[in-house]
């Protein structure tokens, strides 16, 4: 097999809902990371056209069920709403280092919720785990390097997505399916404190 070379199912596609960032917050998030001197060198990063912050795993999905997917997301009516990327964690048994929220904006949680409760028609089961939204930015990363206080990322969510995993030889890349806009409210920047989630009951390093 050629180096690059795709593996393709025709029966199967593999796919997760996620938010996908814009060029500029996908910069943000990389030079951040690269500025932490305690993970220089570290693992294998992810490039920038690959950073997403899961919703919903999905996995192999037959390619006859792929539509009630995209029909149930489009039903989806919620605003759009401002994330702050302010946190760099680790989860110990993957060995992946993140970036994600120290706050959760409580429209976020309900993008979540609802998205799970909408594709349940389709055959899907939420996780039991408790939703912890982070960003994967680097694979086998041996120590744990954790912070509250990066430099903090605007991310302005105006809409979520239906991602397809794409196999190669020797790595993965994710290409966009499809797009779910969220419903535009007058400006959104950031939520107050009473529009937001603490994130203090789920632990930083599982």
Not at 117 to 138: W, Y
Not at 174 to 189: G, M, N, R
Not at 196 to 205: G, L, Q
Request: net charge positive; glycine share 4%; charged share 20%.
């Amino acid at each position: 097999m050629l180096p690059g070379r795709l593996i393709v199912s025709k029966k199967f596609e593999r796919l997760f809902f996620a938010l996908w960032p814009d060029q500029l917050v996908r910069k943000q998030l990389s030079e951040i990371y690269q500025d932490v001197d305690d993970l220089v060198g570290q693992g294998n990063q992810l490039k920038p056209a690959n950073l997403h912050m899961t919703l919903h795993f999905l996995g192999n999905i037959p390619i006859s069920k792929v539509d009630c997917f995209i029909n149930q997301a489009e039903k989806i009516q919620l605003p759009s709403f401002g994330l702050e990327i302010n946190r760099l964690g680790y989860f110990k048994k993957p060995k992946i280092s993140w970036l994600g929220p120290v706050n959760f904006p409580r429209d976020l949680l309900k993008l979540q919720f609802a998205l799970g409760e909408a594709i349940k028609p389709c055959g899907f089961h939420p996780e039991s785990r408790p939703f912890q939204p982070h960003v994967t930015m680097a694979r086998k990363i041996q120590q744990s390097v954790l912070s509250d206080h990066i430099k903090p990322v605007q991310w302005k969510v105006d809409s979520f997505a239906l991602i397809k995993s794409i196999s190669l030889e020797s790595s993965v890349e994710y290409q966009l399916k499809a797009s779910f806009p969220l419903l535009q409210t007058t400006d959104p920047l950031l939520p107050t404190e009473s529009e937001i989630c603490v994130s203090t009951a789920i632990s930083r390093v599982n």
